[in-house]
């Protein structure tokens, strides 16, 4: 778990509030009630005693080591420069539903905070809202790519909406059910869930009730919380290319059927390539180097080989060109090859590799804000990301030998 901190304990008094924040100004002074300044003439002073004699002030030895640091602009200062009681400012900027402003000192207030590069006091919000403004995000095994694109477009979405992520790495031997980690709500170190790592197996059908989350690249035990892409999408993107090139026998080496991802390709493979008389071989394995060299020498024991193949995951697909290579089969003279993983190594192989590019980025913002809108008691559904969605030819791909 990287940084999987609480954001704050729950037993935490709400000290916590940010200068300025809730204050009541005294319309004359700018102070607080019953606030002295400094500079009165009379502070420090006890009626009918007279005034001590203060020794004269001492310079200091050391001279300062540098500029103070700039103080960061508060709501009072927002109020200032606009004119409008802080309560305003601060019902603006926390997106109050109950406001009634009129819309040029919306305008304005929004503007200002901008130039005056006003940043909220994420625990001074936390503690108002019973939210920690964290986010945490589960995913597999990190040695594949496309977590890493899937999980940059979970951050920028999140950065947007004023939340952070705290990532959790899951080795793929060891995956946990998604009840394992109602923990971090419960105990307030997030507000609600990604969850990259539910298998299609008993171990993981409680789900995670009462505690908002969203299942990411699968689907979940309990419907009405999937953010997937069109997997079938994908796999009619890799028949229609290759029966275009006159390939009528086909295999699809991809991950354990547990994964409702691999799940989605292979039923899809088996209905598109029923439907149009094309032999379908699938094999599944580790979605590892190992994984791949495997399930590819299986097949080449049996015989007869499928012209054209599918892998279902970039290491994967190391090690089918490597197991190809080994065996002496030529890519693509002798068998065509397209991932379902994309990735730009992909294009300075040996034979460089026709690929399905999926929307990665897209699938982490639409699983953040799906997230946020069960945490905000939003209506939410389940959602399936189909574009941008493209295959993109290289040379792995060849006219089937008659």
Known sequence: MSGARSAFPREWPCFAAEAGDG??????????????SPDDPAAGETPGVPPATVPPTVPPTVPPTGPARPRGS?????????????????????????????????????????????????????????????????????????WVRLQRGALQRASDRGYVVMVMEEPGDVTKPPDAYRYLVEESRADG????????NPGHAQGVP??????????????????????????????????????????????????????????????????????????????????????????LRRGALPTACGVGSLNQLFGVMAALRDAGVGVPAEMSVVSFDEDECLA?????????????????????DELIARIERRQAGDVMIREPMRLLPRRSVALRRR
């Open 348 to 368: 300075f192989l040996e034979v460089p590799v026709t690929s399905v590019t999926m929307p990665l980025a897209e699938l982490g913002g639409a699983a953040v």
């Open 193 to 200: 869930l990604l969850l990259a790592t539910a298998l299609r």
């Open 210 to 299: 009462g505690v908002p989350h969203v299942y990411v690249n699968r689907r979940g035990p309990d419907r009405g919380h999937d953010v997937v892409m069109d997997e079938p999408g994908a796999v009619r993107l890799f028949i229609d290319h290759v029966a275009g090139f006159g390939h009528r026998s086909v295999a699809l080496i991809d991950g354990p059927p547990e994964v409702d991802t691999v799940h989605r390709r292979v039923s899809a493979a088996r209905r598109v390539c029923a439907a149009r008389g094309i032999r379908l071989t699938v094999r599944h394995a580790a979605a590892t180097e190992d994984g791949g060299w495997e399930a590819t020498t299986r097949m």
């Open 74 to 146: 508060r709501l009072v200062d927002i109020a200032e420069a606009v004119g409008v009681h802080v309560s305003t400012v601060s019902r603006v900027l926390n997106g109050d539903p109950a406001q009634s402003i009129r819309p040029e000192v919306y305008r304005r207030i929004l503007s200002t905070a901008r130039q005056q590069g006003y940043r909220p006091n994420a625990l001074a919000r936390a503690l108002k809202r019973r939210h920690t403004g964290a986010i945490a995000f589960v995913i597999p095994l990190l040695r594949n790519p496309i």
């Open 23 to 36: 204050e009541e100004l005294s319309e004359d002074t700018g102070r607080t009630p019953g606030e002295v």
